[in-house]
């Protein structure tokens, strides 16, 4: 059986898993909110989970620290997820992981695919001119595909973190990756254009159509 109680101004919570008692602030000056606190983690505890407190305690760093673990352990190239998690550390370093929602990844998304200009450093919308002081020196943000591989990155520090024993990650939020246009142009060089069209049999021809529809211009 839970309780409640003050310390100083705050209400605490105390609470009972496997016999071991736990305590938890409620982070407020209220006692209805920590009795709906206490509530919950009994509840937790009713249905065989592990209360959220632990969760509350993990950080995206820790995930970050197993995530390159794990490139260790299997022999993979370190180098480059190392440069992956450092961009995803600029924005996530510190959240702690329930707070790692679909709402916190969308709002990375677009911040990565930002652009800047080189001038009066503003972060703006794909453009060709700032709107803050008319500079042309605007420097692309990232790409679809490289975004999409932080996300990967970011999907798999939160896996991991959901397997381990005791799990670190309560659950995973939804990461939609981006849709990327991947179809690839090739093109002719003029004198490769005349030789396939100019040559003997009915090759040329068929060749001449093919040509022309994927290469109007």
Known sequence: ?????????????????????YRE???????????????????EIAQGKIPGVYFDRVRFDELAEDFLRDYRLNNKTVKRAGQTVAKLKEFFGGYRVPNITSTLIEAYIEKRMKWTCGHCEKVVDSQDVCPFCGSTKLTPGATKATVNRELSALKRMLNLGAQRNPPKV????????????????????????????????PISSIMFELLVKFNPQ
């Open 1 to 21: 059986m839970g309780m409640v109680y003050q310390r100083g101004k705050t209400w605490w919570i105390k609470y009972y898993r496997n016999g071991k008692p």
């Open 170 to 201: 309560d659950r995973v939020p939804h990461i939609k990756m981006l849709k990327e246009n991947n179809v690839r142009k090739g093109f002719f060089e003029h004198v490769d254009f005349l030789a396939l069209t100019c040559a003997p049999g």
């Open 25 to 43: 602030s409620s982070k407020s000056k209220k006692m209805a909110d920590a009795k709906r606190l206490l509530g919950r983690r009994e509840g």
